[in-house]
């Protein structure tokens, strides 16, 4: 019997995590119990405290027990908590002192979107592979440096760590410990009962690329605002250095610590962005949205895409269009 235990952290945690984990899990242990006479899992729902009510008042959850009550545990699974996730932190710090406790005994853990910073403020990350909400990708990256985040990853597993992809991603996950826990034929199953893509495992055609702005380097700035609005033009690091009147190894060096990317990859980002805008309103053809975004070579255009998006062009019209 794998015990599994669903975090109910404080704050805005996710209803949808917690209510979606407990009925995968409990519909599989319904499935085996037929095929076998005996559950697969012991399902419970733990709390920092008891009840544990949602910071915005609109949820109450009375778990079954406290996280100081948890005798054994094989599997935490810890959901997303949304809002100011610096509050989130220091909300519980308890919580997070019980998962460094759990993980040393043996205890597997799983995150489910933002949950990562749980993990990672834990330092159960660090030197780790893993994944959060795109959307959050940065903030991550700043906040936990030791932690080699993949952002377009759907799922991550790491010496008994596993972290999942944004929003409805955490499905895939709990289809991949189900596989692990049981077997791919289970997974199938269960994917085919919840209608779950199995295949899914990128979240990269899903991104949308803003920039990373937060950063107060006024220089920088000053680039990437030109690169977004002169993108389809030739554009050359020599050229946008001697704009700003900063030498070219100074100005990369300050964007990529501002951004994350290089100049070039910024500026391929910018144009993939603008590229999956305009096929999805399905107006244009591949080629003439290559050409409007400043590309003249469909293989490098093609390439380019796929690195960021995830897809081909023409595999990124037939899905979105």
Not at 73 to 86: E, R
């Amino acid at each position: 019997m794998i015990n599994v235990v669903i975090v109910i952290p404080k704050g805005q945690y996710s209803m949808v995590n917690i209510q979606g984990t407990h009925l995968v899990f409990s519909w599989v242990n319904q499935v085996v119990e037929q095929q076998t006479g005996q559950p697969r899992f012991q399902v419970q729902q733990v709390g920092a405290e008891k009840p544990v009510v949602q910071s915005d008042g609109n949820c109450v959850v009375i778990p079954e027990r406290t996280i100081d009550q948890v005798e054994k545990a094989d599997l935490i699974i810890i959901p997303a908590v949304h809002g100011n996730l610096d509050v989130v932190i220091r909300e519980n710090k308890e919580l997070i002192a019980w998962l460094i406790k759990q993980y040393k005994r043996g205890v597997e853990i799983a995150s489910l979107c933002v949950g990562a910073f749980l993990l990672a403020e834990a330092g159960l990350l660090n030197g780790k592979q893993c994944s959060t909400h795109w959307a959050h990708a940065q903030e991550f990256r700043n906040k936990y440096p030791k932690a080699i985040l993949n952002d377009d990853k759907i799922i991550t597993d790491c010496d008994g760590i596993y972290t999942s992809g944004g929003a409805f991603a955490f499905t895939n996950l709990l289809l991949y410990l189900i596989e692990k826990y049981t077997n791919k034929e289970m997974a199938i199953l269960a994917s085919k009962a919840f209608m779950i893509d199995i295949e899914r495992g990128s979240q990269s055609p899903f991104i949308i690329f803003t920039g990373q702005k937060s950063h107060g380097d006024k220089v920088v700035l000053t680039a990437q605002e030109y690169l977004e609005k002169h993108f389809s033009e030739k554009i050359t690091v020599d050229e946008l250095a001697d704009q700003l009147a900063v030498g070219r190894r100074t100005f990369e060096r300050k964007f990529k610590k501002a951004t994350d990317n290089s100049v070039v990859e910024y500026l391929q980002r910018v144009r993939v962005e603008a590229s999956k805008r305009e096929l999805e309103r399905g107006r244009k053809t591949v080629n003439e949205v290559m050409f409007e975004v400043g590309y003249s070579d469909s293989k490098a255009f093609r390439d380019v895409f796929k690195k960021y998006a995830g897809l081909t062009p023409a595999e990124y019209l037939k899905k979105f269009n």
